[in-house]
């Protein structure tokens, strides 16, 4: 333990500490409670700048969509008033064509000319025509390809026999490859 002079007032000389501890410590809270509103002023200022930024945004993009939708609208009257245009047109020429084809044909009757298409002559289909055989097929036939009456006999000893020409082939060139030492079978 420190022992004190007997000319220090220590009671005097803490209660000294603490009072300036406190202003001091006073004086940091006011600074950092005016930097702290500060700071939330410019953050509060920012915000601002960003909702008006935005509002002036989206009124610019909210004029465009409209001026858009209105070239839309226009574009599409006219080319709706095009496409009534050129349908009133092909029924007028339609029309036209009808009436000259009307009054051709009534300046043909007139004239007694029959202006009627004449109909196709009456000639027997191909169909009615071909009413015989044109060649013979034998029936015997289908038992030498495998359809007759006999075919799951002739199908199976077909199947015998390739089994067995395949086995005598296998055999030979096993036994080919063995002379030639070309190939090693392990048993």
């Given at each position: 333990m420190a022992t004190f002079d007997k000319s220090i007032d220590v009671a005097a000389t803490?209660?000294?500490?603490?009072e300036?501890?406190?202003k001091e410590e006073t004086a940091r809270n006011q600074a950092s409670g005016a930097a702290r509103?500060?700071?939330?002023?410019k953050v509060q200022k920012l915000d601002e700048e960003h909702r008006l930024t935005v509002e002036g945004l989206n009124k610019d993009s909210d004029a465009e969509a409209q001026r858009l939708a209105d070239e839309g609208a226009a574009a599409k009257r006219a080319?709706?008033?095009?496409?009534?245009?050129?349908?009133?047109?092909?029924a007028a020429l339609l029309a036209k064509a009808k009436a000259e084809k009307e009054a051709k044909h009534a300046a043909l009757q007139v004239e007694g000319v029959d202006t009627q298409r004449p109909k196709p002559p009456n000639i027997?289909?191909?169909r009615n025509?071909?009413?015989?055989?044109?060649?013979?097929?034998?029936?015997?036939?289908?038992?030498?390809?495998?359809?007759?009456?006999?075919?799951?006999?002739?199908?199976?000893?077909r199947n015998a026999a390739a089994a067995e020409k395949t086995a005598k082939n296998t055999a030979d060139i096993?036994?080919?490859m063995l002379g030639l030492q070309a190939l090693v079978f392990e048993e």
């Open positions: 803490v209660k000294t500490i603490t300036d501890s406190k509103i500060a700071d939330q002023q080319n709706e008033e095009k496409l009534q245009a050129l349908k009133d047109r092909q027997p289909s191909v025509l071909l009413t015989d055989v044109i060649g013979t097929f034998n029936p015997a036939a289908l038992n030498r390809i495998g359809l007759g009456p006999n075919s799951a006999e002739s199908l199976a000893e096993r036994r080919k």
